[in-house]
T-cell receptor, first 108, second 119 residues
Framework: GQQVMQIPQYQHVQEGEDFTTYCNSS?????IQWYKQRPGGHPVFLIQ?????EVKKQKRLTFQFGEAKKNSSLHITATQTTDVGTYFC????????FGTGTRLKVLA | GAVVSQHPSRVICKSGTSVKIECRSL??????MFWYRQFPKQSLMLMAT?????????EQGVEKDKFLINHASLTLSTLTVTSAHPEDSSFYIC???????????????FGQGTRLTVV
């Protein structure tokens, strides 16, 4: 079945540093969604990418969908302590299969 | 955005008892809801797809007799953990989405989650 792997599994950064997480699939994805889960909370939708090579920005967050639609990335510029949490990618046409997640810690 | 409400948020039960968790979509009709299980510091594992008016579709390795799912209305799905044991202790979370347009999933809205502890 479809598997979505994320790297890295963990990332500790100093506040102000940049952060990137990558999502990789062995099969072509129809779409990719990114979610953020704060510690103790539930996943919250960030964005959806559908088109090959698509790039979307939300303030300090930049999302990219690969040309082959097999990978995606989320880049955060100048991290803040409020960015702490686990970032998941997910994809699917009918059900949502979540990636392994990247846990981000931001050190003040 | 849309709201999905999950209840209870925390439950402690004795081994051997059953626990029911409710998931409600408050402002849209959800023909499909999803149930996940999440262990500490791990990803969300899809357990089953709850279909309104029909049987749930369980993922491989998930015991359907252990985790009973009922989706009796367009706004309510329930997950019952039957004869719970300590190894069933986990964070259970549901999600729902407004109807899909074509083959592209729409945004999933998650309930607050239920932390189950079986003692």
């Amino acid at each position: 079945g479809q598997q979505v792997m994320q790297i890295p599994q963990y990332q500790h950064v100093q506040e102000g540093e940049d952060f990137t997480t990558y999502c990789n699939s062995s099969t072509t994805l129809s779409n990719i969604q990114w979610y953020k889960q704060r510690p103790g909370g539930h996943p919250v939708f960030l964005i959806q990418l559908v088109k090959s090579g698509e790039v979307k920005k939300q303030k300090r967050l930049t999302f990219q969908f690969g040309e082959a639609k097999k990978n995606s990335s989320l880049h955060i510029t100048a991290t803040q302590t409020t960015d702490v949490g686990t970032y998941f990618c997910t994809s699917g046409t009918y059900k949502y299969i979540f990636g392994t997640g990247t846990r981000l810690k931001v050190l003040a | 955005g849309a709201v999905v409400s999950q209840h209870p948020s925390r439950v402690i039960c004795k081994s051997g008892t059953s626990v029911k968790i409710e998931c409600r979509s408050l402002d849209f009709q959800a023909t499909t809801m999803f149930w996940y299980r999440q262990f500490p510091k791990q990803s969300l594992m899809l357990m089953a797809t709850s279909n309104e008016g029909s049987k749930a579709t369980y993922e491989q390795g998930v015991e359907k007799d252990k985790f009973l799912i009922n989706h009796a209305s367009l706004t309510l799905s329930t997950l019952t953990v039957t004869s719970a044991h300590p190894e069933d202790s986990s964070f259970y979370i549901c999600s729902a989405s407004p109807p899909t347009q074509g083959e592209v999933n729409t945004e999933a809205f998650f309930g607050q989650g239920t932390r189950l502890t079986v003692v």
